[in-house]
């Protein structure tokens, strides 16, 4: 079927979706390259960067979470002892086997040091290439952080415009903010719609689309998003006796498909997790009158996602995001599910789990890696898990 | 410069010990005693990282600095810290993550014992200096949950890009004015002084001065120390709680001494067994010891004639010798210099520069990479600076594996046969150099 004939269905809208997500080398971003001489393309692998800068400056942002349970990795393993996480190895292999070839810059993200030293990594191993580290501030007064911030999104916007040849404007930045914020607009809507009725927009197409949202042009994808809601809203889906729960903990490697489909089918509802946080990581819509990169930076610092990979100034405050997503999402519990050797999820988990056990909210916890096979022992998992549960509630 | 001293170990010989180890011996007890003594000496205590260490601004406040991660060697030392981590993974630790964090969890919830055998006091500040390891945000965030105690974020951008540039300066110093001078002034109750922090900061440098010397004389053939094994043993007080002080200064005045000593009688390195034989290897490491099994490991070395001439662990804490020196004329911005040159924050195309550099200076026969478990920031990507120093100092490279502190992960008979080959290669290699010739 020609998924992009219909898709005024979610199953047509899902499988445009899983068209991009099974494509590993890329041809959609390979096609809007060619599309227009001069176009090029920009990477950046998760936790957050700003987008809008990419797109301020024409380019296309594409997101790079590593090569899922489809990509063999031949090389990627001679760069990596065992104990490190898989998502570093597959993104040296999508390098190295020539599917990046078409990307001009990648921006690495301080989430952890294993992306921090791919950084480097990749300085040395693609010289053609714009390669960044990006860093953010972990001080969140505007005085402070705010002023570092500000001047290295304005080295990077600097650096952007060098490579298209021509300065990123003021109004060019207001534009691109504009449509991101209704891209997140929408994508809130969606996680809001979801945790109504979750049986309406099941966690893997959820995914799926959102994902379609790391390769596809930001315009392109808003109109994906609303195709998604009004389909998942007017269709009338079976509701099962699932129980509802935030999954955490998946914000970099990415879980196999299988394995948030397996959720479902084992009796959890998904009605908040912590996937691709790049899609919603402003909470807020970024204002679009005065200066861009100080608003950018603004909405950095005062309306943004927590996770692992940022520093809670407030011990008080360690954690409860994690309690407001249950309590704003009707959950009845959490699963932590984290990438085998993930620092910033292994490393965060006790405390949350505290905050958890404080607040009566129940969860379990295991491990995965993006290639993780076996579905069985984490079906068994989560299906004691939603019994448990569900006669917890009954109690 | 040497004293006699009866070891309880080897009670039936006398072992010579040099003025440097008695001095550092006794430097390290009276600060294990000053920690814990705090509570009945009213001091207050800080703690804090080895790389990014602010000693001379935490003593301008009278606070004590406690480090954990010297615990956790100390620990690794002793072999406690095995029970320890087992401690911590089953409070819900994960066994993936590094293994300090857990030694120190451990210890905690074992009565949280100095290694005078007295219990650590709680600290009343946790100078999170988030420097070139993402496993201390999350470290000290975990001590805090337990503490309850003041805790303060230093954040030191990464060198992404091989430079440092006035925007990390200015971040970092305003970091410093802003948020954690005016939290220590509370915590301690001391006002802030620069022109204290300015003496001790001249302090420093004459004793990095004289770390740099005794490092630098690893160029020397046969050369006078081992500059990993030993290495770590001459940089513990100016990466601990010394640097800034006239006992550091006195450590590093007899250490250089007894180096020029060594130099004028063409002697090696000292080793736990003594004076070394003759020099075979000289090698580069790239990586942290492991400490559960430190002396095994020494050994595996100094029993082949192979002698570290230089190491990158020696540059966590500080890296000075290529020239930085702190500078009391920039106190806070020296401060900040210093935290952002420590070998983690420093890019991964630097440090391969680095250890190619050391490789030919030094005349080292090649890099051997010991590569840590659980430290994501010196392990990921050592197999691509393997292959890069290789290729730009057409010398050997080779990689072991083992752990900082969980004996679980240390292999003697893998390390051992491992080591052994890449000896064997390294004289093949010599063999072909001198058929060539
Ligand atoms: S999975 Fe975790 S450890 Fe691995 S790169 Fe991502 S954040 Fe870092
Ligand atoms: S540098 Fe390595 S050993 Fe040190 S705290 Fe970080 S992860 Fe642990």
Redo the contacts with the bound molecule.
């Keep these: 079927m020609d998924a992009s004939l219909n898709r005024t269905s979610t199953a047509g809208v899902v499988a445009r979706a899983q068209e991009l997500f099974d494509d590993l080398s890329f041809t959609a971003a390979r096609e809007w390259k060619a599309a227009k001489p001069g176009r090029k393309v920009v990477g950046y ?3 957050y960067v700003p987008r809008e800068i990419i797109h301020a400056a024409d380019m296309l942002a594409l997101g790079i979470v590593g090569g899922g349970d489809q990509l063999e990795v031949i090389h990627g393993d001679a760069y990596y002892q065992s104990y ?5 190895r597959s993104t040296i292999e999508l390098g190295v086997s020539g599917r990046l070839d078409f990307v001009d810059g990648m921006l690495f993200p301080s ?5 921090r030293n ?1 950084s480097g990594m990749w300085k040395m191993m693609f010289p053609g290439v714009y390669s960044r580290y990006f860093d953010v501030p972990q001080n969140y007064r505007d005085d402070v952080g705010g002023n570092y911030y500000v001047n290295e999104l304005a080295e990077l916007r600097h650096d952007l415009g060098e490579l298209r040849g021509a300065p990123i404007t003021d109004d060019e930045l207001r534009a691109s903010i504009a449509l991101y914020n209704e891209n997140r607009r929408l994508v809130r809507e969606l996680y809001a719609f979801r945790a109504q009725k979750p049986w309406q927009a099941p966690a893997a197409e959820v995914y799926l689309v959102l994902r379609a949202g790391l390769v596809l042009p930001v315009e392109e994808h808003s109109t994906l998003l609303r195709e998604y809601l009004a389909a998942a809203q007017a269709e009338e889906r079976p509701m099962r006796d699932n129980c509802k729960i935030v999954l955490t903990g998946s ?3 990415q879980p196999p498909l299988n394995l948030i489909k397996s959720l479902e089918l084992s009796g959890c509802y998904v009605v908040d997790d912590d996937l691709l946080l790049v899609t919603r990581w402003l909470t807020a819509d970024v204002p679009v009158e005065g200066d861009p990169l100080q608003n950018l930076a603004s909405s950095f610092l005062h309306h943004s996602e927590s996770t692992a ?1 940022k520093y809670e100034p407030d011990e008080k405050e360690k954690g409860q995001h994690l309690v407001r997503a249950v309590n704003r999402s009707g959950a009845e519990g959490v699963i932590f599910a ?2 085998s ?5 292994l490393l965060d988990r006790p405390m949350l789990q505290h905050v958890l056990k404080d607040a009566g909210i129940p969860f379990i916890a295991f491990k995965y890696a993006e290639n993780s096979g076996q579905m069985q022992p984490i079906r068994e998992q989560a299906g004691t898990f939603a019994d448990s549960i569900k006669l917890w509630s009954g109690a | 410069m040497s004293t006699v001293i009866n070891t309880p170990k080897a009670a039936a010989k006398e072992v010579l010990k040099d003025a440097s180890m008695v001095k550092q011996k006794e430097m390290m007890a009276a600060h294990y005693d000053r920690l814990t003594n705090a509570p009945k000496t009213g001091a207050k205590v800080a703690a804090t990282f080895v790389p990014g260490n602010l000693n001379e601004l935490l003593m301008c406040f009278d606070l004590v600095n406690n480090l954990p991660e010297v615990n956790a060697i100390q620990n690794g030392l002793r072999r406690t810290s095995g029970g320890f981590v087992l401690e911590a993974e089953k409070v819900g630790h994960s066994e993936d993550v590094c293994t300090y964090v857990k030694s120190d969890i451990g210890m905690m919830a074992k009565g949280n014992l100095a290694p005078n055998g007295e219990k650590f006091p709680n600290p009343d500040v946790l100078l999170l200096s988030y420097t070139g390891c993402f496993t201390f945000m999350k470290w000290f965030e975990l001590l805090r949950e337990q503490y309850k105690c003041e805790t303060i974020m230093l954040h030191t951008p990464y060198m992404g890009d091989g430079k440092i540039t006035p925007n990390m300066v200015e971040y970092m110093v305003k970091q410093l004015k802003e948020e954690v001078i005016p939290k220590l002034e509370r915590v301690s109750g001391v006002k802030f002084d620069i022109d204290r922090l300015r003496e001790y900061l001249k302090k420093s440098v004459k004793a990095e001065d004289d770390l740099v010397w005794v490092l630098q004389s690893a160029k020397n053939k046969p050369s006078p120390i081992d500059a990993y094994f030993g290495g770590i043993y001459y940089i513990g007080p100016i990466f601990g709680a010394f640097r800034g002080t006239d006992d550091a200064i006195e450590y590093y005045k007899f250490l250089r001494e007894e180096v020029v000593e060594r130099l004028a009688e063409g002697k090696g390195p000292v080793t736990p067994d003594g004076d070394m034989g003759k020099e075979k290897y000289r090698l580069v490491v790239e990586g942290p010891p492991n400490y559960t099994n430190f002396r095994q490991f020494w050994k595996m070395f100094y029993d082949e004639g192979a002698v570290v001439v230089a190491s990158s662990y020696t540059k966590v804490g500080g890296t000075y010798d290529f020239g930085f020196r702190h500078n009391p004329d920039k106190p806070l911005e020296t401060l900040a210099e210093y935290c952002l040159g420590v070998y983690t924050n420093r890019s991964l195309p630097m440090r391969i520069e680095m250890l190619s550099n050391y490789v030919k200076d030094y005349e080292a026969d090649g890099l051997l990479i010991n590569s840590i478990k659980s430290c ?1 920031s010196f392990s990921a990507g050592q197999l691509l600076i393997m292959r890069e120093v290789e290729k730009r100092t057409g010398r050997p490279a080779a990689f072991v594996e083992s752990d900082l502190v969980d004996p679980r992960y240390f292999s003697a008979a893998n390390i051992k046969n491992r080591l052994e080959s890449y000896l064997q290669m390294i004289e093949q290699k010599r063999a072909s150099g001198r058929a060539a010739a």
């Design positions: 692998l998760p936790i490190i996480c898989r998502i570093p989430i952890c040091d294993v992306i791919l914000f970099c490697e990979a984290a990438p050797f993930c620092d910033p999820a | 994501n």
